[in-house]
């Protein structure tokens, strides 16, 4: 197989180092003034550079060159030994996948032998952040007295993982990401050498895409080329249309489903590998700028693929418009945040927790109200197909057999998952049901109740095996009663969160919402409110108890 182009293309001479001069000219000069550090920290992005560089210092250290300048030569034995990786006394640990205090004890023990071959022996630990504290511990004893001819090299891409103790016994150096224009030049000097046809546009494309991260966007030409033709803006867009997109689709998943964990999931997941936050923020904007189109009725207006468009229009009924106004107000902000320097995901985790967090509907006296409202009635007549009104949840059941899962008629959208207390936001429904929702049927929840254990599952998948546990056996005046088998499980049950969930589940389902009664076999004492000949009388007459009522 042949080698991966980012591999065939590693500098091999500080020259070659793309947009991080301010770290290679610190490190040229030590180099040339042979003043090189005993530990440094190298930090930043993926793939901007940061192994690279830690190759070129062991490498300059080592190098026989008689001129510092020059070093590294690449002629001399050593050199050519780093570069085809047999040079004994470059070690290189990957804290990622080794079990990291075994290695450093493991390089305590062998640390004070001299190198083998060159001058200096150079540990590089790669995402050192991954790191256990004991590791940390181990490794900062060797950093704080060093034998003179050890030098350490630790990289990583999550700074603030880093305990304080070993940040102040490195030299620190922030790699950046690689702008734009770079990244298209050595695009171009690859295509050129690899005699690959590429149409500028594309390569534009692919630079911006990597954001920042050059090893990203030399293995995206890499894939892109492996297809053989002609490296057209077309194809790159293919291509990436859906890789991004599928972010964004996911994050609007977890935003309508109220699971803000698997909302930051995606979100780490996506800068974890490489994208820009910033990027990932507009990307956002734009898909909500095209819900708002197909809200307005105005879908003709977003170029997307027939896929992606399926998604928005599903998307676009889930939320009223006024939510998706504020939902590109938080992203919007996201995406214009300068800063988050040092916490690059923080403008989009902000922007995540406010539309989780605050309740969907806007005080009526909000000189706010006016525009989404006046936005949610005309995009009901003029958007096809319309946006999803909340209706009365006593409407829905009482004109409708359970909802189709596919149109599930949700609640309240950005609904906290944590209880209502007193003072709980005033959109939250009351706890005590409406009157009307007596009229729901035992066997409707029943059809319904495998659909509620998976909505519940997401957000507390323990829940799952409690409602499979038990069994709904009557809903009678806005109280659906669930039997459990032991007063273990009621108790499980009977959490705040629990009951909620659940509430919510069925509420997402069937429009109704119910309060909820636990009780379990064993018992014997019939409380006042049961009804003679129901099934939680006939319950309690075969020897059930009710160990609790919510
Ligand atoms: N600044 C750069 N100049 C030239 N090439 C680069 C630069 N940064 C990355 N590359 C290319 O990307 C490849 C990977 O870079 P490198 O391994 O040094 O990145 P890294 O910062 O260590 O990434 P990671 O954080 O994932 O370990 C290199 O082999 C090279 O082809
Ligand atoms: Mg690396
Ligand atoms: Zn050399």
Redesign the pocket.
């Known amino acids: 197989m042949s080698q991966a182009?980012?591999?065939?293309?590693?500098?091999k001479g500080w020259a070659?180092?793309?947009?991080?001069d301010h770290v290679v000219q610190t490190l040229r000069n030590a180099i040339t003034g042979g003043r090189v550090g005993h530990a440094y920290l190298?930090a930043?992005?993926?793939?901007?550079?940061?192994?690279?560089?830690?190759r070129l210092l062991a490498k300059a250290v080592n190098c026989l060159d008689p001129e510092p300048a020059n070093r590294p030569c690449n002629a001399c034995d050593y050199c050519q030994a780093v570069n085809e990786n047999r040079f004994l006394d470059l070690i290189e640990i990957d804290a990622a996948s080794q079990t990291g205090v075994e290695d450093v004890r493991d390089l305590r023990d062998k640390i004070n032998f001299t190198p083998t071959q060159g001058k200096y022996k150079v540990y590089i630990i790669?995402?050192v952040h991954m790191f256990s504290t004991q590791a940390f511990n181990a490794l900062l004893k060797t950093l704080e007295e060093p034998p003179p001819h050890a030098i350490f090299i630790l990289?990583t891409?999550e700074i603030h993982k880093i305990p304080a103790t070993v940040l102040s016994r490195c030299q620190r150096h922030e790699?950046r990401r690689?702008p734009v224009s770079e990244i298209v030049a050595?695009l171009k000097h690859i295509a050129a050498g690899e005699n690959f046809e590429a149409e500028e546009d594309a390569l534009s494309l692919i630079a911006r895409q990597a954001a920042g991260?050059?090893?990203d966007a030399?293995s995206l030409l890499d894939q892109l080329a492996s297809t053989g033709g002609r490296i057209t803006l077309n194809l790159v867009q293919t291509v990436l249309g859906t890789a991004t997109s599928q972010t964004v689709l996911d994050l609007m998943d977890s935003i309508r489903d109220a699971r803000p964990a698997a909302g930051l999931e995606a979100i780490h997941k996506a800068i974890d590998s490489g994208t820009d936050p910033r990027t990932l923020a507009r990307q956002v904007v734009d898909y909500l700028r095209a819900l708002m189109f197909f809200q307005l009725g105005n879908d003709k207006q977003v170029e997307a693929t027939k896929e992606i468009a399926d998604r928005m229009a599903d998307h676009a009924r889930a939320f009223t418009s006024s939510d998706v106004l504020r939902m590109l107000k938080a992203f919007n902000a996201a995406a214009m945040d300068t800063r988050g320097g040092w916490q690059p995901s923080l403008g989009l985790e902000l922007a995540l927790a406010e539309v989780m967090e605050r309740p969907a509907s806007v005080p009526p006296a909000s000189p706010v109200t006016e525009s989404p409202s006046q936005l949610t009635s005309r995009a009901r007549t003029a958007a096809a197909p319309p946006p999803t009104s909340r209706p009365a949840p006593v409407k829905s059941t009482e004109s409708s057999p359970p909802s189709a899962p596919e149109a599930p008629d949700r609640g309240p959208l950005f609904q906290v998952r944590h209880v209502p207390s007193a003072s709980a936001p005033k959109d939250q429904r009351p706890a005590a049901p409406p009157s009307g929702n007596a009229d729901i049927a035992l066997a409707q929840i029943l059809q319904v109740w495998k659909q509620v254990g998976k909505i519940v599952k997401s957000a507390n998948p323990s829940l799952i095996g409690l409602l499979n546990s038990c069994k709904p056996l009557e809903v009678r005046q806005g109280t659906l009663y669930l039997g459990f088998a032991s007063d273990v499980l009621v108790n499980k049950m009977n959490q705040p969160e629990e009951i909620e969930l659940t509430r919510q589940a069925l509420r997402e389902v069937l429009g109704v919402d119910l309060a909820i009664k636990c009780v379990v076999s064993g018992g014997k004492t019939p409380p006042a409110d049961i009804v003679p000949g129901g099934m939680v009388a006939a319950a309690l007459e075969n020897g059930g108890e009710i160990v609790d009522v919510q």
Not at 44 to 54: I, N, S
Request: proline share 6%; charged share 25%; glycine share 14%.
């Open positions: 182009l980012y591999r065939k293309y590693r500098p070659e180092v793309i947009g991080q190298f930043g992005p993926r793939g901007t550079g940061k192994t690279t560089v830690a790669d995402e990289a891409t790699f690689v050595q991260g050059l090893r030399i």
